[in-house]
Each structure stands twice: as C-alpha cells, then as structure tokens.
C-alpha cells in the first residue's frame, strides 16, 4: 500500500478526509506497522510537491478493523478549531454497524458508563458509574433485518474508545466478525461489520456546512 491507494472524500487547504481502509492503524503503535497518517502525508507532499514532510493533525480516530472516513488538519489553526468542534460535540458522527441477532426495538438510545482497560485494549459497560468510567451515549436505528444479522445507523453521541463495539454487544448484538467484543466468529477479510458513514460539521475556517459521505459501505455480506 502506497500514497497512491490514498481515497480522498473532501479536501480544502485546511481540511482532508480520506476513506481508511479496515485493518489499517490511523497512527502509530508499537507494532510499528504502516499508518493512514504516513500514507496521507506522502500523498500531499507528492500532490503538492512539498520540501521535507507535510504537516497533518489527527483530529479524531477509528479502529483498525474498522473502516470508514476520518478527517485530518492540514494546517494548525485549523487543527485547535476542529478539536474544540469534536470536544464540544458539535459533529455528528454517524455510522454503519452489521449486527449479530436480530434488533427489536426499531431505534433507541443506549447510554452506559465505559470503563476502559488499557492492558486488555478492551472497555466494558455498566449500566451505573463505576470508579473510573466514563458516560457514553448512541443512538441506534434499524435499516434492515436479514436471517442472522440486523444492519444498522448508529449516530455518536460521545466518542468513548470502542464505544460502538461495547454498547452493541452489551445488549446482545455484538458487531459481526467482532470477535474481542463477543461475535461468534471472524470474517474471513479480518474486518469488523463496523463502517464511518458519515461526518456533518461546521468548516473552521469558512463557517459553511461540510457534509461528508461515503457512497459504498464496506460490509463482509451484501445489504441492500
């Protein structure tokens, strides 16, 4: 993988969204393995021609077997701007999610407490506060019912880490192929049925409305 395989959704000369492709980290680990972030900067400083390396701010991630849009500063105003949108919860986030069983209610908001573990990598949910946790918040609507699975839009309402993966499987539903979060098996892509659909926030620098979108959601099974 290389500059070139980089999908850009929207990009301004402060602001660019890409389509990361799941099993890839957004930034650096201690794997050490391949970032969006490397493949996003040589595709400016190819793009653009820039001496030395591109400056790119991570204003929010994703999972690596998740994928979907995230979006990246290209400038630093531009940056301490979409931070201050993320932390103030002036984004909507919206997801799709493929789930294991079958959803009843036709939608709902799910709020738990997280409590997360950094040795495991795992958080886990809890209907009260306990020591440490943290409130999270979804709303979720059915799209679909198929024989074993239910699709889903899921809207985040705060960005708790593996927030999604944690709330769904607390009811029950964990995410297909999900396997950390309690799915019965892998998929054979290594992916989980969890996609970034869409972003909706105001531009920090224009004010304008910027919606973003992906066309084709990456699922492990056809939903129409």
């Keep these: 993988m ?3 395989d980089v999908k850009v959704l929207y990009e301004d000369n402060h602001l660019i969204a890409v389509n990361k492709t799941a099993g890839l980290l957004v930034q650096g680990d201690k794997t050490g393995d391949l970032t969006l972030i490397d493949l996003v900067k040589d595709y400016l400083v190819a793009t653009y021609n820039k001496p030395g390396e591109a400056f790119l701010g991570v204003i929010h991630r994703i999972d690596r077997p998740t994928a979907g849009i995230v979006l990246f500063a290209k400038t630093s105003k531009a940056l301490a701007r979409m931070n201050a949108v993320f932390s103030e919860r002036q984004v909507q986030k919206t997801y799709r999610a493929l789930v294991e069983g079958h959803v ?23 209907l009260k506060e306990v020591e440490q ?3 999270a918040s979804l709303t979720y609507a059915v799209l679909t019912h198929l024989d074993k699975y239910t699709y889903l839009s899921v809207e985040l309402h705060t960005g708790r880490h593996h927030q999604i993966r944690t709330q769904l499987s607390a009811i029950g539903h964990p995410i297909k192929g999900d396997l950390k979060y309690g799915a019965k098996r892998s998929n054979a892509s290594g992916q989980i049925d969890l996609v970034a659909q869409s972003l909706e926030f105001e531009h920090p620098v224009t004010k304008e409305k910027v919606f973003i979108e992906l066309q084709e959601v990456p699922l ?3 939903v129409k």
Excluded: G
């Excluded at 209610?105 to 809890?126: I, V």
């Design 2 to 4: 290389n500059s070139t």
């Design 104 to 126: 009843s209610a036709p939608n709902e908001t799910l709020t738990h407490y997280l409590l997360r573990k950094p040795a495991l990598n795992k958080s886990f949910a809890y």
């Design 133 to 135: 946790s943290k409130k």
């Design 220 to 222: 492990s099974i056809a």
